[in-house]
């Protein structure tokens, strides 16, 4: 067929489409479907634009097992028309999976749009394909649910930035599912071994084992020292951050530098460890680890020490939004979160240390 026969083929589609009932055009959709998928039409983009154009004004009208035949034949074609592909891989999941798994005509950006505006059940589908990129999987991590989080981590294809790993290890406390897949990835951080730590022996002993690796004691040693000098890098980074984080407060103390400003600083460049440290250096709650109190649900903890420190209620604002991205919370508790530290007067928090610490007395003389 001559590409002229072709667009003329085409046009008369087009036409009637625009004139069938709904089961001309079922018919129609998929005939065009037999076309495309053979061939006929996906060799010029000027064929593969008209076929994109009369297949979408004909998609509303025809049910969602129809668009599903169509949404299979595109997933497997390279050539597929990119608007088309996008339009279906949005529709019910059920027309969208072949197409979110497979189609490589979906790029990571469109892959990271689908995945911030989709269902859940999409982001599963996008979670099984062959590989995902960094930028893939932040969004998966960040919108998806325990299945999502499962499909992906054992996804040998997906690659994790550094955040995605942080916010996995944090969900992954109570779910054995998530921790045994972390413990299988060979492309772990220091920070993820450092946390999997106390189970690395007998998980390296289990998947030796299972790869009919002979388990050594030799072998073994071999690979956890490999794995303790990645920990001593990350230990050393920690400590650096604590000396920063000491050498900060000293600054607020003395007026050198604005709490409020190094804060909002520290919040933009997502440093979550050292505003906890900033503002264990400055509180006198002694024997409060900040560092965990920062990432619990319950506001009045957090609310009551930047209070007592003098921290503002924009820069507090700044930190409660850091909150939500990290524990995944909806925007309305951040929102009540901000009230309650508006409301919150420095009298009340400086009370409420007061009691802690006074609380606290008879175990510093106990030990």
Known sequence: MT????????????????????????????RLGDLFGAGSLASKATSRDLFA??????????????RTEVARRLAADDQAPRKLVLRLAGDHIVVADPLLRTSVVLTDDDLVRLASEQSVDHLLAISRRATLSKAVTEILVQRGDRAVLHAVTGNNGAEFSEA??????????????LQENLAGRNDLTATVVEWLRPLLTEELTIRLAKADIAASQEGLDRLVMVTAKRIETELMEVRQTRIDASIMADDIRSGVRDLDSVVESLVRADRALDIALVIEGLSEAEGVDVSRLIFRKESGPIAVLCKDIGLGTKAFMAVARLRERRLKRAAPVTRAEIELYSRMSPEEAHRAIRVLKERRKPEKQAS
């Open 53 to 66: 154009d009369v297949v979408g004004r004909v998609l509303e009208d025809v049910p969602v097992k129809v």
């Open 3 to 30: 590409d002229v026969s072709k667009n003329a083929v085409l046009k008369e589609y087009e036409t009637l489409a625009g004139k069938a009932a709904p089961d001309g055009r079922r018919r129609l959709l998929r």
């Open 164 to 177: 995605a790993f942080d916010m996995l290890v944090r969900c992954a406390g109570n779910d054995e599912v």
